[in-house]
């Protein structure tokens, strides 16, 4: 696609439930990194990805939290038993190969709220 | 644990004016750094880029990158309204092929 493309662009959940979060990166990128960013707050490293593979998972702040990516495109992040320290944006970026010395494309984000 | 510091600001400048931005760096063997602005409830987008110590310009925008003293900075010349957003520095000291992000700088141009 023309761009990084997330959704759902909001989400509202409770407490305790299970989400979702999609992200479509721009073709023939084979990086994609997701951040979240509290209110307020810097970008915070969650997870890497070079085609299916993750290289480092290390930002992913609990075992409630996991991705995947299939077909060396989509991914989702998926956050178990959703705690409201959970609220954030999520944010899902891409570049054409893996290497810091290639900066990312954003995706518009998806804003998650527990309530 | 890799750092990128910069001042949260807010920096008022009046428009036209040089706005100045900075930002450093505590992990030495970083190679490349980035500057992003983003708008109030919007996503990150890259305007600058550097690798080598000097400067780097484009249109209204240069870019320092002094590796010697870990320090970073952007300049924006002849500053509009439209500037006004946040700035973040980003370096390569994250995990694996991470960026590390700095909390970002809150620039306002002043009509």
């Known amino acids: 696609g023309a761009g990084v493309s997330q959704s759902p662009s909001n989400k509202v959940t409770e407490k305790g439930k299970d989400v979702e979060l999609r992200c479509d990166p721009i073709s023939g990128h084979t990086a994609l990194y997701w951040y979240r960013q509290s209110l307020g707050q810097g970008l915070e490293f969650l997870i890497y990805f070079q085609g299916n593979s993750a290289p480092d998972k290390s930002g992913l702040p609990s075992d409630r939290f996991s991705a995947e990516r299939t077909g060396g495109s989509v991914s989702t992040l998926t956050i178990q038993r959703t705690q409201q320290e959970d609220s954030a944006v999520y944010l899902c970026a891409s570049s054409w190969r893996g290497g810091s010395n290639y900066g990312y494309t954003f995706g518009s984000g998806t804003r998650l709220t527990v309530v | 644990q890799k750092e990128v510091e910069q001042n949260s600001g807010p920096l008022s400048v009046p428009e036209g004016a040089i706005a100045s931005l900075n930002c450093t760096y505590s992990d030495r063997g970083s190679q490349s750094f980035f500057w992003y602005r983003q708008y109030s409830g919007k996503s990150p987008e890259l305007i600058m880029s550097i690798y080598s110590n000097g400067d780097k310009e484009d249109g209204r925008f240069t870019a320092q990158l002094n590796k010697a003293s870990q320090y970073v900075s952007l300049l924006i010349r002849d500053s509009q309204p439209s500037d006004s957003a946040t700035y973040l520095c980003?370096?390569?000291?994250?995990?694996?092929?991470?960026?590390?992000f700095g909390k970002g700088t809150h620039l306002i141009i002043q009509p």
């Open positions: 980003a370096d390569t000291g994250g995990g694996a092929d991470g960026l590390t």
